[in-house]
């Protein structure tokens, strides 16, 4: 079989636009999951039971089912469970949103860990509330310290994103899926579209590495 990159090259304008769309709701999911991986790492570890039963729980069940199980939840199930509808772009961001989150969660559990207990002691001794404790203190340094696992984790988002493509969100690959079906060429477009894919990732892995050399830097 002959490939013909260049019948599929001029038609490949839905394509882009497809990954400019990939890489905003990619984005948005992951100011999502951050919130709500900073949630769960502060009910994980609030006095109460309760609070810290609901977090653990809740990341079990996330990392335990397969995201295209949640989004088809966030978009199907979601309005009649609640009354709330919501369209298509709204259930795909908040569904890879809240998966992210529970990952996140434990990103910045781990970073957490290396938090030196005489930290906490000092800011107690000088007087400080919790929330000032843990939004001076302790999440910057936390986040600071987990900048590689959180640009791996924002790659991981941008691999989900194809699932949205099961709710009618043309992204990348959607896009890519209806240009084959046009072309009648799977085999080029698809080539393209994983290209396309390896350049947002490792674009994402290069300015994570500049993050982290900015971060090393200022904290020397």
């Keep these: 079989m002959e490939l013909q990159f260049a019948e599929i090259i001029p038609k490949t304008g839905p394509m882009l636009w497809g990954a400019l769309y990939t890489i905003f709701v990619g984005i948005l999911a992951c100011c999502v999951g951050i919130l709500v991986g900073t949630v769960l790492l502060l009910l994980r570890n609030s006095r109460w039971w309760l609070l810290r039963s609901i977090a653990t729980v809740y990341g079990s069940f996330i990392r335990g089912t397969p995201a295209l199980v949640q989004i088809l939840i966030f978009y199907y199930a979601l309005a009649p469970l609640t ?23 434990e990103i910045l559990r781990g970073g957490l860990s290396r938090i030196p207990k005489g930290q906490w002691e000092a800011a107690e001794a000088l007087g400080l509330s919790k929330s000032k404790v843990w939004l001076k203190i302790i999440l910057p340094q936390v986040f600071n310290s987990v900048i590689p696992l959180l640009v791996n984790e924002f790659t991981m988002v941008i691999k989900i ?3 949205l493509s099961t709710i009618t969100l043309v992204e990348l690959t959607r896009a890519s899926q209806m240009l084959y079906n046009e072309t009648f060429r799977p085999v080029e ?26 971060s090393l830097k200022y904290r020397v």
Excluded: D, K
Excluded at 90 to 96: F, L, S, V
Excluded at 189 to 213: D, K, M, N, P, T
């Design 83 to 105: 009354g709330v509808n919501i369209g298509p772009f709204t259930a795909g961001i908040m569904a890879i949103g809240f998966n992210s989150g529970a990952f996140v969660a």
């Design 161 to 163: 994103t194809p699932l």
């Design 189 to 214: 477009v698809l080539g393209l579209a994983a290209i396309v894919y390896f350049v947002i990732c490792f674009s994402i892995s290069q300015f994570g590495e500049y993050l982290q050399r900015r």
